[in-house]
């Protein structure tokens, strides 16, 4: 992305879900500075790429700080006909100019490396750009757990239910998002899904696995349930068959002989 900004300003960056926000308030309204705004993530490497070519110029001056740029990383001056190029700050060794371009390439980045980058080309008149680079830490894993029964974090949720809940170390822009297949069921701005602009990380939820209890134990009570029925209408069944057949029997006693054959 680029605009065109007046050089000297003062910068606010306001970050809500991955959308970085630039207030720039002119000071001075100096001189014009093209502005790039670039992200990576930890251990790439990025090109400051100045867009220019076949330079012929004595000095090419990079600047660099959190905020502002304020530090010299790189001084490259033509001395009596030759080229010499020196790497300054804290991470030297991982930076390389193109000498024809003036692009600057960063090495193996680390979060330290986010911040603010100035190019001044000086020839007959001085130019200068301005690139905005941040640098993200890769996002971790995140964990999905079954919450134990008794610690429900909704107080409406039922008895019987099987609850789970996500986390994640929070991270820099970083979202949480639940997923059911490719329909997304809810996002919040804290850190299963996580991401952030440059990469990110999926868990998938096995049922079958953190609420192994619930997905057995409703067809094994159904299954029970069914077998004390059939037991108890069996003996039902049989406590009136044995009922009826008592009343039904032919009894002889040692009473008279009218007595016999009654029924009891």
């Given at each position: 992305?680029?605009?065109?900004?007046?050089?000297?300003?003062?910068?606010?960056?306001?970050?809500?879900?991955?959308?970085?926000?630039?207030?720039?308030?002119?000071?001075?309204?100096?001189?014009?500075a093209e502005v790039n705004i670039l992200t990576r993530r930890e251990r790439q490497s990025v090109t400051l790429h100045t867009g220019l070519t076949g330079?012929?110029?004595?000095?090419?001056?990079?600047?660099?700080?959190?905020?502002?740029?304020?530090?010299?990383?790189?001084?490259?001056?033509?001395?009596?006909?030759?080229?010499?190029?020196?790497?300054?700050?804290?991470?030297?060794?991982?930076?390389?100019?193109?000498?024809?371009?003036?692009?600057?390439?960063?090495?193996?980045?680390?979060?330290?490396?986010?911040?603010?980058?100035?190019?001044?080309?000086?020839?007959?008149?001085?130019?200068?750009?301005?690139?905005?680079?941040?640098?993200?830490?890769?996002?971790?894993?995140?964990?999905?757990?079954?919450?134990?029964?008794?610690?429900?974090?909704?107080?409406?949720?039922?008895?019987?239910?099987?609850?789970?809940?996500?986390?994640?170390?929070?991270?820099?822009?970083?979202?949480?998002?639940?997923?059911?297949?490719?329909k997304r069921l809810n996002q919040t701005s804290s850190p299963d899904f996580s991401i952030n602009p440059v990469s990110n990380q999926t868990t998938k939820?096995?049922?079958?696995?953190?609420?192994?209890?619930?997905?057995?134990?409703?067809?094994?009570?159904?299954?029970?349930?069914?077998?004390?029925?059939?037991?108890?209408?069996?003996?039902?069944?049989?406590?009136?068959?044995?009922?009826k057949d008592i009343k039904g029997c032919c009894v002889s006693t040692s009473g008279s002989p009218e007595e016999e054959g009654s029924v009891v």
């Open positions: 992305m680029r605009s065109r900004i007046i050089e000297n300003y003062k910068m606010t960056t306001l970050q809500y879900l991955g959308i970085s926000v630039l207030f720039i308030i002119d000071l001075s309204g100096a001189v014009n330079l012929h110029v004595d000095k090419i001056f990079w600047f660099f700080g959190p905020v502002i740029p304020n530090t010299s990383i790189v001084e490259s001056q033509v001395i009596r006909g030759e080229n010499i190029t020196e790497f300054k700050g804290r991470f030297p060794d991982r930076l390389q100019l193109d000498r024809q371009t003036g692009s600057l390439t960063i090495r193996n980045l680390t979060l330290n490396n986010s911040g603010v980058y100035q190019l001044d080309i000086f020839n007959t008149h001085k130019t200068s750009q301005k690139f905005y680079l941040t640098v993200y830490a890769l996002v971790p894993l995140p964990q999905v757990r079954k919450i134990p029964e008794g610690d429900f974090l909704d107080s409406s949720s039922e008895k019987g239910s099987c609850s789970v809940v996500c986390s994640v170390e929070n991270r820099r822009d970083m979202t949480l998002s639940w997923y059911r297949g490719e939820l096995n049922i079958e696995t953190l609420c192994l209890q619930y997905v057995e134990s409703g067809p094994i009570l159904i299954t029970v349930i069914v077998i004390v029925l059939v037991i108890g209408l069996l003996l039902c069944v049989y406590c009136i068959w044995k009922k």
